[in-house]
């Protein structure tokens, strides 16, 4: 018995020194692109941990976390739909379920996983568990913006139809949507981080379409109708994301298509505040935690520099040229840190937000996003 016991006690020691207790707080993944892999980092030890293969094209791969905040879901390019355990860094379950799709998105109790589509278009409802298809809702165009809501609601837009859809899952097998016209080929779409307001970037007319889903009834009415692209048509070297839009206390931060500019809205009345002027054309315009800063990066040609803006004065304090084609900007939970991917480096840079010197730099093959764990508690990410 005594022989059992220790034999029982070794086992168990031995399993514990392979797998070490931890937390998920700290943790991420890295898109490599090119590879059909993510790497999974650690924000705190500045590192990678490991990798996962095997997730198909990630050309334009997007993640959402579970509430555990152990697994992360990877929505490929090619349609896959990927549950991945990041501590045991294995795939747990994939699907495909799309010809060509571009996000998805996880509802607000956690239990259901949404993808948009492109090919054949519409959005489809999995268990988040299982990946078990529950639903679909059939579009007839292309799906864009697709942002979790309170409610188990999901908003999304239409790119052919120019319509912003509320689908309704509290029965994830029996969808309810509802309808509105949004304008001409909405592009990408974000929600306030209260849920409330969504909105999608227009880049057929001027303006942004804005949706109070507190009071659908008043229906989408159109903001910033006037900066649009402009007088003239500009040439648009990359569609800027709206999804990386900033909020900094009352004003939100938005790139402009085909502007060297950022526009600054006023929330209370959605109007225009104001602009700043930036280097080029910005894709991704991403607030600090705090609010106080905001960080820019641009299309091409001038896709290795990145700006930052002091919210307080409105005005670019710092220009960087940390890599080649810098892709995605994500901030460590609290701020101090900014990981800038630089796909044609093969590298992710880290830099201080206070000193905006780099503190380390880490291998990867063409990364492109950069997601941590703590978008699982924040809405519309």
Same mark, same amino acid.
Request: positive net charge.
């Given at each position: 018995?005594?022989?059992?016991?220790?034999?029982?006690?070794c086992?168990?020691l031995a399993?514990c020194?392979?797998?070490?207790?931890?937390?998920?707080?700290?943790?991420?993944v890295v898109?490599?692109?090119?590879d059909g892999r993510?790497a999974?980092?650690?924000?705190?030890?500045?590192?990678?941990?490991?990798?996962?293969?095997?997730?198909g094209?990630?050309?334009?791969a997007?993640?959402v976390?579970g509430?555990d905040g152990?697994?992360?879901?990877v929505?490929?390019?090619?349609?896959?739909?990927t549950?991945?355990?990041?501590?045991?860094q294995?795939?747990?379950?994939r699907?495909?379920?799309?010809?060509?799709s571009?996000?998805?998105s996880?509802?607000?109790?956690?239990?259901?996983v949404?993808?948009q589509?492109?090919?054949?278009g519409?959005?489809?409802?999995?268990?988040?568990?299982?990946l078990e298809?529950?639903?679909?809702?059939?579009?007839?165009?292309?799906v864009?913006?697709l942002?979790?809501l309170?409610?188990q609601k999901?908003?999304?837009?239409?790119?052919?139809?120019?319509?912003?859809?509320?689908?309704?899952?509290?029965d994830?097998r029996?969808?309810r949507?509802e309808k509105?016209?949004?304008?001409?080929q909405?592009?990408d779409?974000?929600?306030?981080?209260?849920?409330?307001?969504y909105?999608?970037?227009l880049f057929g007319?001027?303006?942004?379409?804005?949706?109070?889903?507190?009071?659908?009834e008043?229906s989408?009415?159109?903001i910033?109708?006037h900066?649009?692209k402009?007088e003239?048509?500009? +040439? #648009? @070297?990359? &569609?800027p994301?709206?999804r990386?839009?900033a =909020?900094?206390? !009352?004003? $939100?931060?938005?790139?402009?298509?085909?502007?060297?500019?950022?526009?600054?809205?006023?929330?209370?009345?959605?109007?225009?505040?104001?602009?700043?002027?930036?280097?080029s054309? +910005? #894709? @991704?315009? &991403?607030a600090?935690?705090?609010g106080?800063? =905001?960080?820019v !990066?641009? $299309?091409?040609?001038?896709?290795?520099w990145?700006q930052v803006?002091d919210t307080?004065t409105g005005?670019?304090?710092?220009?960087?040229?940390?890599?080649?084609?810098?892709?995605?900007?994500e @901030?460590?939970p609290?701020?101090?840190h900014?990981?800038?991917?630089?796909?044609?480096?093969?590298?992710?840079?880290?830099?201080?937000?206070?000193?905006f010197?780099?503190?380390?730099?880490?291998p990867a093959?063409s990364?492109?996003?950069i997601?941590f764990?703590?978008r699982?508690?924040r809405?519309?990410?």
């Amino acid at each position: 018995m005594r022989l059992i016991r220790l034999v029982l006690v070794c086992t168990l020691l031995a399993a514990c020194a392979q797998t070490p207790l931890r937390g998920t707080g700290d943790l991420g993944v890295v898109i490599e692109r090119a590879d059909g892999r993510v790497a999974v980092v650690d924000t705190t030890a500045k590192s990678v941990l490991g990798r996962i293969e095997g997730l198909g094209d990630l050309s334009h791969a997007s993640v959402v976390y579970g509430r555990d905040g152990r697994h992360a879901y990877v929505f490929g390019r090619d349609g896959g739909l990927t549950k991945v355990d990041i501590l045991t860094q294995k795939i747990a379950k994939r699907v495909m379920q799309a010809g060509n799709s571009i996000g998805g998105s996880i509802s607000q109790d956690g239990c259901l996983v949404v993808a948009q589509n492109y090919t054949p278009g519409g959005i489809k409802v999995f268990d988040a568990v299982t990946l078990e298809l529950l639903s679909e809702v059939p579009t007839q165009s292309k799906v864009v913006g697709l942002a979790d809501l309170p409610g188990q609601k999901f908003a999304y837009a239409l790119f052919d139809k120019g319509e912003i859809w509320v689908t309704d899952l509290s029965d994830p097998r029996q969808p309810r949507t509802e309808k509105y016209p949004a304008g001409l080929q909405p592009y990408d779409g974000l929600v306030t981080p209260d849920g409330r307001y969504y909105m999608a970037g227009l880049f057929g007319e001027d303006g942004i379409a804005l949706l109070d889903t507190w009071q659908p009834e008043l229906s989408v009415r159109k903001i910033l109708q006037h900066y649009g692209k402009g007088e003239e048509k500009l +040439p #648009v @070297f990359k &569609m800027p994301h709206l999804r990386g839009w900033a =909020v900094a206390g !009352n004003q $939100a931060y938005l790139p402009a298509i085909g502007r060297h500019e950022v526009l600054v809205v006023d929330k209370g009345n959605w109007q225009e505040a104001g602009r700043i002027a930036v280097k080029s054309q +910005p #894709v @991704f315009v &991403m607030a600090r935690p705090d609010g106080r800063q =905001v960080w820019v !990066n641009f $299309a091409h040609p001038n896709n290795s520099w990145v700006q930052v803006i002091d919210t307080l004065t409105g005005k670019v304090i710092k220009t960087l040229q940390p890599g080649k084609a810098i892709l995605h900007m994500e @901030f460590s939970p609290r701020g101090e840190h900014v990981w800038l991917s630089a796909r044609d480096d093969h590298s992710v840079h880290i830099y201080d937000t206070q000193t905006f010197e780099r503190v380390a730099t880490l291998p990867a093959q063409s990364p492109s996003g950069i997601f941590f764990t703590s978008r699982a508690a924040r809405m519309g990410f």
